[in-house]
């Protein structure tokens, strides 16, 4: 009999005598024992892989009771159930039968004149063997960090060393199941996730571990059994689920040691003291190539961790500046520009691009404003301005994200502070000076009026005021700026300078 015992292997003893009554197309699963146990759920002291014996006392009578039997000791992955002829089994209910056929779950009958100790001696007799081979992985798994550091293997080459090595499929998930780890991949849709760490390892096809860290487990090692491959077993899946744990503290260290240096480098980029050759430099050790062009983005009222969630494993610089989170990271994470491409930080991988910007706009609350798209290492003067400009309209505007450069008004005016400056004061300075002497509302109302293709009834519901009110303070804006706002010129004229305030931070 093969070290990798099957359920077809018993079936073959002609000593066992075993017939199929139900399942047979799961005759290819693994054994890994044989236990006696006449309780009707068994499950919470299996491991998986087990023959469960029974002369049917745990068996329900009803068709109900009996498929749901079943179902528990397939989930719990049971290798098969091996029912005593001609004892205290009750009759085999049509749902049942048809469990264990769409399961494929082996529901075998043992004659009566064959002890069950049988069984269980040929089921320890041919995995004998196994457990030497068992052991051998064991401690081999045990160097797997030595690896790391004497051959310099990355993530994905470390485990795909551990498959070989343990007879399993490897995958790697947070508790949203998503990947843990750059280069392992996450159980495929539809596995179900253990509800909390105490939960069974054992699930149908292998096991299912946390993966330990501080303040509880950062997310789940599940582990399927690779056909044609000899499984060593689940102490050998444990000795993963800490080496994968062991990985990720690494992982993480370099990615705070990363995050830090990263607010150092994006302070001096704008207070501008980086001369272009050494900010391209240190862009680049960081994951930001010179051919590929970055946007600055002006995060306003967003957690810190869940704007680092939004842009998952893509290389990127971010600081903190009271409500204000600034971050420096390629255009096409947040545009998803096809012409310019995220270059991964060392083996990290990403969400597609764009993907970050979309995930941006999902959280609570945010108030985000992006750059137009610029070569690193280039001054952010100009696109500091005009992110903040940017998080500004998208604050007033309640969306989540705005791109400078989506109001094509914005086109026309120039990038210098003191031009815009001066269009400002030329245009809305009187009426600036009166809504701060008097504290009225009256460009602010002007702009809303604007925004909303000058529907009177909509603004006023905006401002919160009667539309009589707000004909008044369009009147009087009027009057202060010498501007009539029914005229093409003087409302083009206005239109703009309320753009060149806002971008100036002054509205």
Do not use: K
């Amino acid at each position: 009999m093969d070290t990798h015992t099957t359920v077809e292997d018993l079936l073959r003893s002609p000593a066992l005598q075993l017939r199929v009554v139900a399942g047979e197309r799961g005759l290819g699963r693994s054994v890994s024992w044989a236990h006696v146990s006449e309780l009707d759920d068994p499950t919470p002291w299996l491991l998986g892989a087990e023959v469960i014996m029974t002369t049917g006392i745990g068996v329900p009578r009803a068709a109900a009771a009996q498929r749901a039997y079943l179902e528990r000791l397939d989930d719990a992955g049971v290798a098969a159930l091996a029912l005593s002829a001609g004892l205290h089994v009750p009759p085999l209910r049509r749902a049942f039968l048809d469990a264990a056929e769409e399961r494929g779950f082996p529901v075998l009958e043992v004659p009566l004149a064959v002890p069950f100790i049988a069984i269980a001696q040929e089921v320890a007799a041919a995995v004998q063997e196994d457990a030497r081979q068992r052991l051998g992985a064991q401690l081999q798994v045990f160097g797997a960090l030595r690896w790391l550091a004497s051959e310099g293997l990355d993530t994905a080459g470390l485990f795909q060393r551990l498959e070989r090595l343990s007879g399993y499929a490897i995958h790697l998930s947070t508790p949203q199941g998503r990947p843990l780890l750059p280069g392992v991949p996450a159980p495929p849709p539809g596995v179900r996730l253990p509800a909390s760490a105490d939960a069974p390892p054992t699930i149908p096809g292998g096991f299912a571990l946390p993966v330990p860290a501080p303040g509880g487990p950062a997310g789940w090692l599940v582990a399927f059994e690779r056909q044609g491959a000899r499984p060593a077993g689940l102490a050998v899946v444990q000795h993963i689920a800490t080496v994968a744990a062991l990985r990720l503290a690494m992982v993480r260290s370099r990615r705070e040691t990363l995050r830090r240096q990263g607010a150092e480098t994006l302070a001096e980029l704008l207070q501008d003291v980086l001369d272009p050759e050494t900010a391209r430099r240190r862009l680049a050790l960081m994951g930001l190539l010179p051919d590929v062009e970055v946007v600055l983005l002006v995060a306003r009222d967003a957690e810190d961790d869940a704007v680092v969630g939004a842009l998952g494993e893509h290389p990127h610089l971010m600081l903190r500046r009271n409500r204000d989170l600034y971050v420096l990271t390629p255009a096409s994470v947040i545009t998803g520009d096809a012409g310019t491409g995220a270059a991964p930080r060392g083996e990290d991988g990403g969400a597609g691009a764009g993907e970050a910007g979309a995930a941006l706009r999902e959280i609570p609350g945010i108030a985000a404003g992006v750059s137009r798209p610029l070569p690193p290492g280039s001054s952010l003067r100009v696109a500091q301005r005009e992110a903040l400009w940017a998080a500004s309209r998208a604050a007033e505007s309640g969306r989540p994200l705005v791109t400078y450069g989506e109001d094509t008004t914005g086109r026309w005016l120039p990038d210098d502070v003191g031009v815009l400056a001066a269009l400002v004061e030329h245009v809305l300075g009187d009426a600036l000076r009166y809504d701060t002497a008097h504290g009225s509302d009256l460009v602010a109302s002007v702009r809303t009026w604007m925004e909303r293709d000058r529907r009177v009834d909509d603004a006023a519901r905006a401002l919160h005021v009667h539309p009589n009110t707000l004909a008044y303070r369009l009147r009087r804006f009027g009057a202060l700026t010498g501007r009539d706002l029914s005229a093409t010129g003087d409302f083009a004229e206005v239109w703009l300078a309320i753009r060149a305030a806002s971008q100036l931070g002054g509205l």
